[in-house]
């Protein structure tokens, strides 16, 4: 290492925004809009400013950046799933995306109590974040958290009920059609649906899909949707169930994942071969459970992880003054297993 | 409602925190440590402020308290834990004892990768956050994650290698300790042990626990302990196989709950009556699998929110000046199910 690369170089006073705006021949404002890819510039400006940047070895630092544009840099995320079944995936999604905007995100635990709910908004109001999102274990629909609010707020899988508002939401229709067209793509013709309470929205959802999807195929379904609990217990009860009076039933749509681990083993258990006999597909993809059935379980995937990089890119458009209204609905996959 | 209390006297001049000094005849300086709960006070002089604030109303903002102190009332929490397993709970406990000291947490998740823990890391020194948490998801020690940092720093869960640094871990023996008392005490004397891979510091310490406890007992485990992987059908295949070498085995201590629940299945599919001819106890009560195993596990419970609890303890002393370096062991306890 020689002198000029050595401790003492590295000291040198840093190169400020000052200077790139200079050396593009822009103001200072100008450049925290190009690097924030904020703002209404040329493309040659931007790409002129970014330019100047890179010969100076500039890299903006967000405190700088926070004076420049009144902003924080920070956003909150309230979340009312304690259990991180949901929430987390959302908030790996959003961190993604808030990451690429230099943006650092407050994680609240509102556990579902509305007085935590606004402690933790008047918390992250205080603190003068940019935005908030407000991330849901449930799809039905949530009262706003606030109105009138300073800064813009996206919704994250729980949409909220007002429809001015932006909401990010999974495809619960869609989810059962991924299912059905699986179901009937591998040749199963009575197929039956075990869900979760019929007070959820996503189980009176999912069953509408359902019902659709097999009406497009001229398919009726095996008896009314077998409502219950989210459990496995129920699932178990009521595939035997199932078999006592459909006893030609050969494939089961499960509302989620934990209910098809629950019919696998019931249905196994009363000697059905699977899936030779029956097909059977879930909905969440969630690895524990889908993996450690017998058999591992084919299931719809509802997207969470990219539900929370829209809902951060909607939030950063909106901070950014372009906001998109409305709920926008992230399309799931299927992830065939062996089930 | 009359006037005095109608909008307009809601928007009076709010109580300063000169108010609150001038009243309690003390500096502002004072009132800041006395509500803050910081420094040195004579508890004469901190009653005596709360007082006075209690009388005028006053409720301490953020901001304000912020350029007193010096200090941002932020605090990061880094994660290695991404499926939220581990980290979730250690967090919510966290969060609880950061919130009765006003904190706010940002939340950054590492993944495991090295380099994205010292880009967080970068990023929360640079919004000079008052403190780090660490968190992570394995009980095997872990470098420090910086050293000569201008901020105080607790390790959650995964201790630093570092003796002089401060960590807060579950008590991995004691949880053996607390399996082998239920089991012995519920009549078994043949205890066998089947567990998670021989790298993890949780496998070891677990199966050292229990081969303690069984001596104090003056009892021989049976056979070495079953290492493998922390999964259901590893717990499946090693009962079947533990059958077959020691028909006589009364209890299985088995080195999580995922296991536990591949050991019950195991077992219940071999013909064994649970827990009539077998004990079975899991480590982590971890409620999906807990619950939905047949029996439900007795199962130790680590207490991760009390871990988390703790660390945000010892990190607010540690920020008032009070650090407490070391390994500091948070106990566990038995949740007695029908295993």
């Not at 840099?73 to 808030?98: H, K, Q, W």
């Not at 991924?178 to 309470?197: F, N, S």
Request: proline share 5%; with cysteine.
């Amino acid at each position: 290492m020689t002198d000029e690369t050595g401790p003492r170089a590295t000291t040198a006073r840093r190169v400020g925004i000052a200077d790139v705006a200079a050396r593009a021949g822009v103001s200072v404002g100008t450049v925290s809009k190009a690097l924030n890819g904020s703002g209404r510039l040329r493309d040659e400006t931007r790409a002129r400013v970014r330019a100047a940047a890179d010969e100076l070895g500039f890299t903006p630092i967000s405190v700088a950046r926070n004076l420049l544009a009144g902003r924080t840099f920070t956003v909150g995320v309230i979340t009312t799933d304690s259990y991180g079944r949901f929430g987390i995936p959302v908030m790996r999604g959003a961190e993604d995306s808030l990451a690429a905007g230099e943006m650092i995100a407050f994680l609240c635990d509102g556990r579902d109590d509305p007085i935590r709910e606004q402690h933790h908004l008047g918390k992250l109001l205080e603190r003068r974040v940019d935005g908030i999102i407000v991330a849901g274990r449930r799809t039905d629909p949530r009262r706003p958290i606030g109105a009138d609010l300073p800064v813009p707020v996206v919704y994250a899988f729980a949409p909220s009920s007002d429809p001015a508002d932006c909401s990010v939401v999974s495809d619960e229709r869609g989810a059962a059609q991924l299912a059905v067209e699986h179901l009937v793509k591998t040749g199963r013709r009575r197929i039956a649906h075990i869900t979760g309470p019929q007070s959820h929205a996503s189980a009176n959802e999912r069953a509408a899909g359902l019902a659709e999807a097999l009406a497009a195929h001229d398919l009726e379904p095996v008896d009314e949707p077998y409502f219950g609990s989210w459990t496995e217990a129920w699932g178990r009860f009521a595939a035997a169930q199932l078999l006592r009076t459909h006893d030609d039933v050969d494939g089961v749509f499960c509302g989620n994942d934990v209910i098809a681990r629950g019919v696998t083993d019931g249905l196994r258990e009363a000697g059905i071969s699977l899936p030779t006999q029956i097909g059977v597909v879930g909905v969440d993809n969630w690895g524990l459970v889908a993996e450690a059935a017998r058999p591992p379980l084919t299931t719809v995937d509802l997207g969470l992880e990219e539900i929370g990089r829209r809902s951060a890119e909607l939030l950063l458009d909106a901070i950014n003054g372009h906001a998109q209204p409305g709920v926008h609905v992230v399309p799931g996959h299927l992830v065939v297993r062996e089930s």
